[in-house]
């Protein structure tokens, strides 16, 4: 398994957990609380998609060279 399936299990668990806990009644994790953690998460995935999908690396910026040179971009 790789790093982001281990991750999205994690929090699977954990997403389980909290809502058996609430059908118990037990209020376990404040809602502001995890919408101020979804914003986060959120904006840093953006982020990293955003670096990710462009050519702003020196890595990317070889790769681009490659596809233009064999007429691929």
Same mark, same amino acid.
């Given at each position: 398994? *790789?790093?982001?399936? %281990?991750?999205?299990?994690?929090?699977?668990? #954990?997403? %389980?957990? =909290?809502?058996?806990? =609430?059908?118990?009644?037990?209020?376990?994790?404040? *809602? *502001?609380?995890?919408? *101020? #953690?979804?914003? #986060? %998460?959120?904006?840093?995935?953006?982020?990293?998609?955003?670096?990710? =999908? =462009?050519?702003?690396?020196?890595?990317?910026?070889?790769?681009?060279? %490659?596809?233009?040179?064999?007429?691929?971009?």
């Amino acid at each position: 398994m *790789d790093k982001a399936s %281990v991750t999205r299990f994690i929090f699977l668990i #954990v997403a %389980v957990i =909290n809502a058996v806990l =609430n059908m118990l009644g037990y209020q376990t994790i404040p *809602d *502001d609380l995890v919408n *101020d #953690v979804v914003a #986060v %998460v959120s904006g840093i995935y953006a982020l990293y998609m955003g670096w990710k =999908n =462009n050519y702003l690396s020196k890595k990317g910026r070889k790769q681009k060279e %490659v596809l233009e040179k064999h007429g691929l971009s």
